[in-house]
T-cell receptor, first 111, second 113 residues
Framework: GENVEQHPSTLSVQEGDSAVIKCTYS??????FPWYKQELGKRPQLIID?????GEKKDQRIAVTLNKTAKHFSLHITETQPEDSAVYFC??????????FGKGTTLSVSS | NAGVTQTPKFQVLKTGQSMTLQCAQD?????MSWYRQDPGMGLRLIHY???????DQGEVPNGYNVSRSTTEDFPLRLLSAAPSQTSVYFC????????????FGSGTRLTVV
């Protein structure tokens, strides 16, 4: 089955810096790659996703890149703000199956 | 439109007891899944369903049963609770192939003593 590795497990940045979180997946049949943000005590919320026929997608300060050959995808957050502090999860899925998640990255943005 | 509704929000069980965590969605989503979240372990897939009458095991299915008799409901049964099942449980649903990802319920915090 699918296996998703996520790095780093913790990431501390200064406000205004960029943050990058990387994930690798094992199943070449996976074709959907979302990123979720989870604040303390809350449910995970989808922040951006990408499909396997697209190499990059941007939404304001957030972008995701996908390298199908290397089977890895990354989340890029620019101009970080304290409210970006949260746990971020990557996930992967192929058609007909459920999302498999990475173990998460705790992002801390200090002002 | 309530989205994904999970009940109860909190539960304390004694070892050996059984219970059912309820999950219902009103978005006509085909896919539904159960995850457990433990510190440092991320979200681990317990069971999932791609439609009414169809279920499959995930990464950590032992000790749990599911059924999907309707599109709306996907209950998770703990057969004989163990302390190792202390966790936060999330139910999630999505359309089959439409962009948008999973919608998560608010979670059930379960403690087994």
């Amino acid at each position: 089955g699918e296996n998703v590795e996520q790095h780093p497990s913790t990431l501390s940045v200064q406000e205004g810096d960029s943050a990058v979180i990387k994930c690798t997946y094992s199943d070449s049949a996976s074709n959907y790659f979302p990123w979720y943000k989870q604040e303390l005590g809350k449910r995970p919320q989808l922040i951006i996703d990408i499909r396997s026929n697209v190499g990059e997608k941007k939404d304001q300060r957030i972008a995701v890149t996908l390298n199908k050959t290397a089977k890895h995808f990354s989340l890029h957050i620019t101009e970080t703000q304290p409210e970006d502090s949260a746990v971020y999860f990557c996930a992967a899925r192929q058609a007909g199956t459920a999302l498999i998640f990475g173990k998460g990255t705790t992002l801390s943005v200090s002002s | 439109n309530a989205g994904v509704t999970q009940t109860p929000k909190f539960q304390v069980l004694k070892t050996g007891q059984s219970m059912t965590l309820q999950c219902a969605q009103d978005m006509n989503h085909e896919y539904m899944s159960w995850y457990r979240q433990d510190p440092g372990m991320g979200l681990r897939l317990i069971h999932y369903s791609v439609g009414a009458g169809i279920t499959d095991q995930g990464e950590v299915p032992n000790g749990y049963n599911v059924s999907r008799s309707t599109t709306e409901d996907f209950p998770l049964r703990l057969l004989s609770a163990a302390p190792s099942q202390t966790s936060v449980y999330f139910c999630a649903s999505s359309y089959r192939d439409r962009v948008g990802g999973y919608t998560f319920g608010s979670g059930t915090r379960l403690t087994v003593v």
